[in-house]
C-alpha cells in the first residue's frame, strides 16, 4: 500500500514537472504523434511544437514483475529526465529546438555528439515506454503477416530479436524495424543510437525497441540479461507496435 501510495505521489510530481515546461503554452504535439501521423497515410497535418518530457503511460509498478517498480522509477526519473534535460541543453538555442527527432537523426551528421547521445536517450526510451503495457494487446493482422512472411514464424522473430538484445555487447539497444520499402528487420544498436539515425547500418523505422543498458534490468537481473529479455515478451504492447507498422 505504502509502495503504491509512494508511486502516485512521484506521479503527480513528474506530471507538475511536466506542466511547468510547458508553461501556459497549449500541450506540445507529441513528438510520437507528428511523427507517426505523417506516416500513416492519414492527410491530418499536424505542426510540430517543439519538444516535451513524455509521461509514463503507467505507474512505476504496473509492469511488475517483469520489470520492478524501483527500476522503472529510476529509469523513467533519473535517466529518461537526464537524457531529455541534456538534450535541451544542448539544442537550446540552434534550430535542433524546433526540430522534430526524426529529421535531426535523418541528418545525424550534422549535430554534436550531445545532441546525438542525449536527443537517442529520449527519445528511444519515449518509443520504449509505450511500446510495453500491463494490458494484453493483439498484433494486428497486416504486422503478424509481415513477421511470417519475413522471419518464417512469430517464433522465429521472436529467437533472432531475443538473440540480438542478449548478444549485444555493452550498452545499447535491440529493435524491430520496417525498412523504407516495407521489409521487417532485427538490429541492434550501441549507446543511443536507433535505426533512424542516417549513418545507421541498416535505416529504418523503428517498431519495437528494447532497451539492453545494465540501468533497464540491473536492479532485478543483474548479469542475467537473458531472463529480462525472456521477460519482455510479456509486457510488448502490440497493438502499440502494429500501429507504428502502417
Ligand atoms: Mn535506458
Redesign the pocket.
Known amino acids: 500500500m505504502a509502495v503504491i501510495q509512494r508511486t502516485k505521489t512521484i506521479k503527480i510530481m513528474e506530471r507538475r514537472n511536466f506542466v511547468r515546461i510547458l508553461g501556459t503554452a497549449a500541450v506540445a504535439t507529441p513528438v510520437l504523434g507528428h511523427a507517426f501521423a505523417a506516416c500513416s497515410g492519414e492527410s491530418k497535418k499536424q505542426v510540430f511544437e517543439g519538444h516535451a518530457f513524455p509521461q509514463l503511460p503507467y505507474a512505476f509498478d504496473a509492469l511488475e514483475p517483469a520489470i520492478d517498480a524501483q527500476t522503472m522509477e529510476l529509469?523513467y526519473t533519473r535517466?529518461?529526465r537526464g537524457y531529455f534535460d541534456k538534450f535541451m541543453a544542448a539544442a537550446n538555442g540552434t534550430e535542433a529546438a524546433s526540430r522534430p527527432m526524426e529529421d535531426i537523426f535523418a541528418n545525424i551528421a550534422d549535430y554534436s555528439p550531445a545532441v546525438r547521445n542525449n536527443g537517442g536517450?529520449y527519445y528511444n526510451?519515449w518509443l520504449f515506454w509505450e511500446n510495453m503495457t500491463p494490458s494484453k494487446t493483439e498484433m494486428s493482422a497486416g504486422l503478424t503477416k509481415a513477421i511470417a512472411d519475413t522471419f518464417g514464424s512469430f517464433d522465429q522473430f521472436r529467437e533472432e530479436f531475443g538473440n540480438a538484445a542478449k548478444t549485444h555487447f555493452g550498452s545499447g539497444w535491440a529493435w524491430l524495424a520496417a525498412a523504407p520499402d516495407g521489409g521487417l528487420f532485427v538490429t541492434a544498436s550501441v549507446n543511443q543510437d536507433n535505426p533512424l539515425m542516417s549513418d545507421a547500418p541498416r535505416q529504418g523505422k523503428p517498431l519495437l525497441a528494447l532497451?539492453v543498458?545494465e540501468?533497464?534490468y540491473y536492479l532485478k537481473y543483474q548479469n542475467r540479461r537473458a531472463e529480462y529479455v525472456d521477460q519482455f515478451w510479456k509486457i510488448v504492447n502490440w497493438e502499440e507496435v502494429s500501429r507504428r507498422y502502417v
Open positions: 529509469h535517466h529518461h536517450g526510451h532497451d543498458w540501468h533497464a
